[in-house]
């Protein structure tokens, strides 16, 4: 393992990468529906050896992610209830990719976590595609920069981004293979 870790990263960087591993596995097989303690556990297990003050909990304090301003966090409790509400009526008549498209956009939005929220996010969309058969979105680090303009747009915007990132991804794979 020694050889594998960079020199140039902090000690708690690669703490979180290692554990990002981990946990975007544990994700994969994860067969039980998405709830707010699956999704509490997984940012658990992200940060329990870097940031145990803020792993596995719903922030308590207001936070900016450059321009957009999170909801307050007096409102976090009852917007997660209604996240979960909303994935629950869905989850069986919204298309799988909608659906992990839609979900992960409304958790952005929601921003519940002081770190990791994009992490667990797209945890989210990966377990959502697994669950229903789907070949994963992994959203590689070249393409942070249309992704991150995507998610300031509105929803349909977002998911109309998404379903064609998708579909243009599985193409690529089809072809390759």
Do not use: C
């Not at 097989?29 to 803020?54: A, G, N, Q, Y």
């Not at 979960?84 to 009526?89: G, L, R, S, T, V």
């Not at 992704?147 to 690529?172: C, G, H, P, Q």
């Amino acid at each position: 393992m020694k050889e594998k870790i960079s020199p140039n990263k902090p000690l708690p960087d690669i703490l979180e990468t290692i554990s990002h591993s981990k946990v975007f596995f544990i994700a994969l097989h994860e067969k039980k529906p998405l709830s707010e303690r699956m999704v509490l556990s997984w940012h658990h297990d992200l940060f329990k050896e870097t940031k145990p003050d803020i792993a596995g909990k719903i922030r308590d304090y207001l936070v900016r992610v450059g321009d957009y301003r999170a909801p307050d966090w007096q409102d976090l409790k009852k917007l997660m209830k209604e996240y979960f509400e909303w994935h629950e009526k869905n989850k069986k008549t919204m298309h799988p990719v909608e659906l992990a498209a839609r979900a992960h956009y409304k958790f952005e939005k929601i921003h519940p976590f002081g770190d990791g929220n994009g992490r667990v996010g797209r945890l989210i969309i990966e377990n959502l595609l697994k669950n229903r058969g789907y070949p994963l979105l992994i959203i590689n680090y070249k393409d942070r920069k249309s992704y991150y303009r995507a998610l300031k747009r509105t929803e349909n915007d977002f998911v109309n981004y998404f379903i064609k990132r998708y579909l243009s991804k599985y193409k690529e794979f089809l072809e390759n293979s």
